[in-house]
């Protein structure tokens, strides 16, 4: 396993960089601002054993340099950068796996770069937060109501309700944030899961500091309220979608688009995760994403 500093242009993204495999896959995380600790240290071992696996902390993100005030923060700037990363690395084609925030970059980046991207794999993706935001509210109501916060409740449902399609200015994430220490809740299948994520978390070397440094991915919240659904059936490389039965992200209208939309839409559940099937199952999610490397060959 190699760490190492990447300059994209007038900054550093960390890299980890692990396996020695010729398909190489990227890892291109969500948030925003999450970084890739999670995914490198759940699953990166058993990926690495037969992919070599790239992992990137996105500019700005946990491990790289601090955001720099110029260029302006973006979803194309961001691929960008995984393009830099890719020729300093000597690759010439890879798979993207990008979740949650992480998989619309990632379909904008194959679309973009075709000649670039091998295949595609969605885990848990948001191609449109109107659609999240919908399907969560009602739950984060649910859960509001039995601590107590019937406001909290009444807001998350009025949110939900609205006509016009939805935007930051909506409030949602505020909303379902008034869970407070409950709010991790709607992420996870079940207490396990989280307490695993939240171990893995706990036993890292991380700064506090690094960890803030994701809030200067807050710009790319806005992106993610324009639909990129409208890009799936641009696709032309193999591609699937994998995502926790509970997870509340990957909402069932989104999941329908993909199904409906994309050639050849392969979706995969997995009967103990929410959001992070990588922390909740990792054997099992490993083994969907080894599975589709495979049928590249």
């Known amino acids: 396993m190699a760490e190492l500093f990447v300059d994209v242009g007038g900054t550093r993204v960390f890299v980890d960089d692990r396996g020695s495999r010729s398909t190489a896959v990227l890892y291109v995380h969500g948030g925003p601002g999450q970084g890739s600790y999670d995914l490198t240290a759940s699953v990166g071992d058993l990926l690495s054993r037969h992919v070599r696996l790239v992992a990137v902390d996105q500019r700005g993100a946990l491990r790289s340099d601090p955001l720099p005030a110029e260029p302006p923060l973006t979803r194309d700037l961001l691929i960008a950068d995984f393009e ?103 992420f996870f299948h079940d207490a396990d899961g989280q307490e695993r994520y939240l171990r893995l978390m706990r036993d890292s070397e991380l700064t506090d500091e690094q960890r803030e440094r994701g809030m200067s991915h807050l710009p790319l919240i806005e992106p993610m309220y324009r639909s990129t659904l409208g890009l799936l059936p641009r696709l032309r490389q193999p591609h699937l979608l994998v995502h926790g039965i509970d997870d509340l992200v990957a909402a069932p209208a989104m999941i329908s688009a993909y199904r409906q939309t994309a050639q050849g839409a392969q979706v995969v559940t997995l009967a103990a995760s929410g959001h992070f099937p990588h922390v909740e199952e990792p054997e099992a999610f490993a083994a969907v994403v080894l599975e589709l490397v495979a049928g590249l060959d």
């Not at 998350?156 to 505020?174: M, Q, T």
């Open 84 to 186: 830099a990363v890719r020729r300093e690395l000597g690759i010439e084609r890879w798979v993207l796996l990008g979740h949650s925030a992480g998989a619309p970059v990632a379909l904008e980046y194959a679309v973009a770069h075709p000649d670039a991207v091998s295949a595609v794999i969605f885990s848990c993706p948001t191609f449109d937060a109107d659609l999240t935001d919908r399907h969560r509210l009602p739950v984060a109501a649910k859960r509001l109501r039995e601590l107590g916060d019937e406001e909290g409740a009444v807001l998350c449902e009025e949110i939900a309700a609205r006509p016009d399609h939805l935007s930051p200015a909506d409030g949602a994430r505020e909303a379902t944030q008034r869970l407070g220490e409950h709010y991790l809740e709607l």
